[in-house]
């Protein structure tokens, strides 16, 4: 049966996917993600409505795939612009202590904010930043919902703001 759907639908759910990321490669690789995530889920599938079903799981895992993608690009660029500050650390020692005082403090500060965070959050954020794992990989790590990562997540982000935004961010 399940061979039967991935002949039916695989281009569909192709399309789809590409439609989300613009690249052939990241787009077979949410296809086949999908596709893992249809099969772990047959058992409780409905056969009425299947092909939007298998085509909004595909949509996600493209989504979800774009997101990781998005994280890798943004540490590389973040390593590299580390990368670049230890070049100018040594150029800024020139300039005076000041820069490298705020930016100590902003470090601190925002460890300290993080570490204030409940244990699910903070495990959370953890995992999700400085691990890069993905959102289904922490649920079930910590053996909680999708949602629950979800939502850990976005409550992390909106307290951290607003904590942040409290002492004007430095």
């Known amino acids: 049966m399940f061979r039967q759907l991935v002949e039916r639908h695989r281009q569909s759910m192709y399309a789809a996917a590409y439609a989300v ?3 052939e ?16 889920s047959l058992p409780d599938c409905r056969l009425d409505g299947i092909r939007t079903w298998m085509t909004r799981i595909a949509v996600n895992a ?3 795939e774009r997101r990781r993608e998005k994280r890798r690009t943004s540490l590389k660029e973040q390593a590299a ?4 500050g230890a070049a100018e650390w040594m150029a800024a020692q020139a300039d005076g202590p000041e820069e490298t005082l705020i930016r100590k403090e902003r470090d601190r500060r925002l460890h300290g904010l993080i ?6 959050q903070r495990n959370t954020v953890h995992a999700y930043y ?7 990989e922490i649920a079930s790590s910590q053996r909680v919902e999708l949602k629950t990562v979800e939502s850990r997540l976005y409550r992390a982000r909106q307290w951290l703001r607003s904590q942040w935004e409290k002492g004007d961010g430095t």
């Open 25 to 40: 490669e990241q787009a077979e690789d949410a296809v086949q993600e999908a596709f893992l995530r249809i099969y772990l």
């Open 21 to 23: 990321l613009r690249n």
């Open 130 to 136: 400085i691990e890069e794992r993905s959102q289904r």
């Open 81 to 84: 612009a580390e990368a670049e």
């Open 62 to 64: 493209a989504i979800d």
């Open 115 to 120: 570490g204030e965070m409940n244990a699910g």
